[in-house]
C-alpha cells in the first residue's frame, strides 16, 4: 500500500535520542523527560509487556476512545534484523530498450501473485507487463480519454478479485482491469469540495486516487486550491469513495507540501514568470491505508493519526523525536544542487528566486510513509543536508503502532510496494534510464 504525499521526497535523517529510558516499578517510563505511563487501568487490548521489543520502550494508553502509542526511538546506528539484499533480485528496464516497453516517467508497479510486475508507466500510458525476471511480456491500455485509457497514468494496485485497479491523476477516474489486461470499467472519482473549493463551490468535484482499503474502498484527494505569491501551503480534501464513484466518508482537509512562489519579470519577453518551488526543508502531509485504518502524517512533529473509515480518530502514534534547526547555508546548498543540471539562464533565473525563500525553524521530523503487505507501518527517516547519498533509514512500526527499530533500503530507489519478503521500486541511472527493481526483504529478529 502507498504512502501519498505529493513532496520531493528529501533524503531521510538519523533520529538522535537523549537521555535513556527507564522503567520503575510503579509502571511509568520515562523518555527523555517525558512520563509515558504503560498499561494505565482502564485500557483494554494493550500489548502484553512479554511481547515488548526487547530495545525499545514504549507506552499504550486510551484518551477518550484513542489508542495513543508512544514510542522511544530506536538507539542511532541501531538497526532491526530485518535485511534487504544488497542486489536486486529482478530489474526490468534497459537503456536501449525497445520503444513498445521503454520505461519512461513511471509512477508505480505492482508484483502479482503469480510473480509477473505491472508497470504503470506514465510516459507512454501503458500498463508494461514484465515477467519475475525482469522480461517483457506485454502492454495494455494506453494515451487517450476514452474507457481504459490514460492521460496521466499515476498509480496501479491489485484490486480485489483478481484484478488490477489503475488510476488517472489528471482525468480523476479509475480503471479496473482482469490479469489479462482485460478492460472492465471506468469510473470517475468524485468528492466534497474542501480548501479553496468549498469556498467556490457546493458541487462535487474531481479527486484523485491515493491509496485502497482491503475491502476496495478507495482514498482520494482533491489537486487543492490557488497559488498565492510567498511561502503558501494548500488544503486538500480527503475522503473515501466507493468503486462506483459514491463517496461514502471524509477524511477532512489535510495541508500539501509548504511550496514559494514569485513572479518574475523576464524583461527582453516583456513577460512575468511565476516560479515555484517546493521548500527543501518545509512541512507537508503524507497518507497511507494502514490496515482497515486511515494514517495521516504532518511531518512538523513525530505523530501519525489514523482514521476509521468512518472518518473518525482511532489511534496516534508517537515517536520520541529531536528536531533539528537547518541553516541559511544548507538551504543555499540544497538549491544549488537541485539546478546544477539546468542551463545558466534558467539556474540563474531560479536561483534569484531561491535567495528570497524564507527560512523553516526546523527541519521535517520525517519523509514518507509506507504500509507493507503485513501492515506494518514504515515511516522515513528525514535525511541531513549531506546525507542524500546514504542508505534511507526507515522506523518500522508493528501493526498496533509500537516501532520496533530502524531499517535501510537502497539508496536511489523509490519504493512503490513493499511485501511480505520482497520490496518492488524504481531507481534511475546516471544517465536517467528508468529501471523498475524487485529487492529481496528478509525479516528476522
Not at 58 to 85: F, K
Not at 192 to 219: A, K, N, Q, V, Y
Not at 405 to 426: N, Q
Request: hydrophobic share 40%.
Amino acid at each position: 500500500m502507498r504512502g501519498g504525499g505529493d513532496v520531493r521526497e528529501p533524503p531521510p535523517v538519523r533520529a538522535s535520542r537523549t537521555g535513556a529510558n527507564r522503567m520503575d516499578r510503579s509502571g511509568v517510563l520515562t523518555l527523555a523527560g517525558v512520563l509515558v505511563v504503560v498499561g494505565i487501568a482502564g485500557c483494554e487490548g494493550g500489548p502484553d509487556p512479554a511481547d515488548w521489543p526487547d530495545q525499545l520502550a514504549y507506552g499504550v494508553r486510551d484518551s477518550a476512545g484513542v489508542t495513543i502509542v508512544e514510542s522511544a526511538s530506536p538507539e542511532p546506528g541501531s538497526r532491526l534484523g530485518w535485511r534487504v539484499a544488497t542486489v536486486p533480485r529482478a530489474s526490468a528496464g534497459a537503456p536501449m530498450a525497445a520503444e513498445d516497453y521503454q520505461l519512461y516517467e513511471v509512477g508505480d508497479a505492482t508484483r502479482l501473485a503469480d510473480g509477473r510486475i505491472v508497470v504503470a508507466n506514465s510516459g507512454s500510458n501503458q500498463l508494461l507487463v514484465f515477467d519475475d525476471a525482469g522480461g517483457y511480456l506485454d502492454a495494455w491500455a494506453g494515451q487517450g480519454e476514452g474507457p481504459g485509457e490514460f492521460r496521466s497514468l499515476a498509480l496501479v494496485q491489485p484490486w480485489p478479485g483478481d484484478s488490477l485497479v489503475a488510476a488517472d491523476s489528471v482525468q480523476g477516474r479509475i480503471a479496473i482491469f482482469d490479469l489479462q489486461g482485460g478492460h472492465g470499467r471506468t469510473t470517475a472519482l468524485m468528492g466534497e469540495p474542501g480548501g479553496f473549493f468549498r469556498s467556490i463551490s457546493t458541487d462535487p468535484i474531481s479527486h484523485r486516487m491515493m491509496d485502497m482499503l482491503p475491502d476496495g474502498t478507495i482514498l482520494t484527494r482533491d489537486e487543492g486550491g490557488s497559488m498565492t505569491e510567498g511561502l503558501w501551503r494548500w488544503d486538500h480534501a480527503y475522503g473515501l469513495v466507493l468503486a462506483d464513484g459514491t463517496t461514502t466518508a471524509s477524511m477532512g482537509d489535510h495541508p500539501g507540501p509548504e511550496t514559494y512562489s514569485e513572479s518574475v519579470l523576464v524583461e527582453e519577453e516583456r513577460m512575468y514568470y511565476v516560479t515555484r518551488l517546493r521548500h527543501p526543508f518545509g512541512r507537508s502531509t503524507f497518507a497511507a491505508a494502514w490496515g482497515d485504518l486511515i494514517a495521516f502524517g504532518q511531518n512538523e512533529t513525530y505523530e501519525i493519526r489514523a482514521f476509521a473509515s468512518d472518518g473518525s480518530l482511532a489511534r496516534i502514534v508517537r515517536r520520541e523525536h529531536v528536531v533539528g534547526t537547518p541553516t541559511q547555508a544548507q538551504l543555499d546548498a540544497d538549491f544549488h544542487e537541485r539546478f546544477a543540471d539546468l542551463s545558466d539562464e534558467d539556474r540563474d533565473r531560479r536561483l534569484e528566486v531561491a535567495a528570497n525563500v524564507p527560512m523553516v525553524e526546523t527541519f521535517p521530523a520525517y519523509s514518507g510513509l509506507e504500509v507493507d503487505a503485513l501492515d506494518h507501518l514504515w515511516v522515513r527517516e528525514f535525511e541531513l543536508p549531506g546525507d542524500e547519498g546514504a542508505n534511507p533509514v526507515w522506523t518500522v512500526f508493528d501493526p498496533e503502532g509500537r516501532a520496533l527499530g530502524f531499517v535501510e533500503t537502497p539508496a536511489g530507489l523509490t519504493i512503490y510496494e513493499i511485501g511480505e519478503d520482497y520490496i518492488l521500486g524504481k531507481t534511475v541511472d546516471e544517465l536517467d534510464v528508468e529501471y523498475v527493481q524487485l529487492w529481496e526483504l528478509a525479516r528476522s529478529n
